[in-house]
């Protein structure tokens, strides 16, 4: 589908393969021109463009990379409400009292499970993916990527697996108080953006008077079973 995408953008445009060749390599100052036989290839489906190319093509034909991609047939990268023919934003789409944000370092716990990953300065388009712990990587649908990349900018899943991730019961006062090492607290809250800020791991602070986060977010002892519950896991660091 996309090799047949990039066919018809580049026949609307009126260009031949060598014409297009020539405009990718002059725009991308490539010191080895591109040549017609990697346009040909492109649009048969026997390779693809690489992100640096797919954004190029994106520039020249003026449209956005998700449509080249086929994720969207707006050509300005936006998903139609099948209701009234208005256009919303992909991550808008999707109905946001079902995603929490989670910290990356919390991601080996959705090992096998799609999570929807927005990316920095638009260098790939937001998409969703499966998490596989083992490589310490996302499975997108341009290939495998790994967590480190500095690409990656928020990452979202679904809230029911944030609340299920286990069958363990939630704790109780005492056992957090006494507890050795960080649990895992999720807000009772219908409020997507308060889960997403608060939902993680949380630890003792220095005083023992309170959990605190890795950004600095507190929760009160008193809290636990009126503004959130609390789960002891093992914590599987990347």
């Known amino acids: 589908r996309i ?49 640096a190319n797919l954004k190029t093509l994106a520039d020249i034909f003026h449209v956005d990379p998700n449509y080249i991609l086929c994720i969207t047939d707006n050509t300005n990268g936006f998903l139609q409400n099948s209701q009234n023919d208005n256009p919303k934003n992909i991550l808008d789409s999707i109905d946001n009292s079902q995603l929490v944000e989670i910290n990356i370092c919390d991601i080996s716990m959705f090992h096998g499970r799609p999570v929807y990953v927005t990316f920095k300065n638009y260098t790939h388009p937001s998409q969703w993916a499966l998490v596989n712990k083992e490589r310490s990587s996302l499975i997108l649908t341009e290939g495998i990527m790994p967590l480190s990349n500095k690409s990656i900018d928020k990452i979202y899943v679904n809230n029911i697996y944030s609340s299920s991730i286990t069958n363990e019961i939630p704790m109780d006062m005492a056992k957090l108080i006494n507890s050795k090492h960080p649990v895992w607290c999720e807000m009772i809250s219908s409020d997507a953006y308060i889960k997403g800020l608060y939902n993680g791991w949380f630890h003792h602070n220095e005083t023992h008077t309170c959990l605190i986060n890795e950004r600095g977010l507190t929760l009160p002892y008193e809290g636990i079973d009126i503004s959130y519950i609390a789960f002891q896991k093992n914590r599987v660091k990347l």
Not at 24 to 45: V, Y
């Open 3 to 51: 090799g047949k995408r990039i066919y018809s953008l580049r026949n609307k445009a009126g260009l031949k393969q060598t014409e297009l060749a020539q405009q990718l390599s002059e725009m991308q100052n490539r010191k080895k021109p591109m040549t017609a036989m990697t346009i040909s290839n492109w649009e048969t489906g026997r390779s693809s463009p690489n992100n």
